[in-house]
């Protein structure tokens, strides 16, 4: 069986959200780590798929 994850999206200025939907238009992201931040938070990783929609 295939599990179909949906990615979420607030981000207005990506390309890849749809912005009515708050839904990640790809079908996977990456996700990297952000350097020198160790705060057990979310804060600490980022979309690196972002494409800015201008």
Known sequence: MT???KINCTVGSCK????QK???QLDAIIVT???NVNSA???ESECS???CNQ
């Open 3 to 5: 599990k179909k994850q």
């Open 16 to 19: 890849y959200n749809d912005t």
């Open 22 to 24: 708050q839904l990640c």
């Open 33 to 35: 780590p952000k350097q």
């Open 41 to 43: 938070q979310p804060d």
């Open 49 to 51: 798929s972002y494409e």
